[in-house]
């Protein structure tokens, strides 16, 4: 089993930055990789940001550019930087491992918010 824990979420405004972190725990393989949801009101849960366990990252399109996702192999953690944050970005953001290609393990998520 693993357990992922984000932190950092909140309220900012519109331009604003916000860094999501999320630290794992549990049995964790070399070959995870590590990679970022989000989920608007009434929307479908999307992915953010993928990053492997070679550090090699994909983004999507809607946050390309704004967003930089990282992590920390010895400590089992996976950053979210966001940056120039928009009132479309407001969402559940979920941390997830994906394992043999497949999100496997979720966080609980964490609320971001952008005001206008």
């Known amino acids: 089993q693993v357990q992922l824990v984000e932190s950092g979420g909140g309220l900012v405004q519109a331009g604003g930055s916000l860094r999501l972190s999320c630290a794992a725990s549990?049995?964790?393989?070399?070959?995870?990789?590590m990679g970022w949801y989000r989920q608007a009101p009434g929307k479908q849960r999307d992915l953010v940001a993928r990053i492997r366990s070679t550090g090699v990252a994909n983004y999507d399109d809607s946050m390309k550019g704004r967003v930089t996702i990282s992590r920390e192999n010895a400590k089992n953690t996976v950053y979210l930087q966001m940056n120039s944050l928009i009132p479309e970005d407001t969402a559940v953001y979920y941390c997830?491992?994906?394992?043999?290609?497949?999100?496997?393990?979720w966080g609980q998520g964490t609320q971001v918010t952008v005001s206008s």
């Open positions: 997830v491992l994906i394992r043999w290609g497949r999100p496997t393990y």
């Open positions: 549990g049995i964790i393989n070399n070959a995870d990789d």
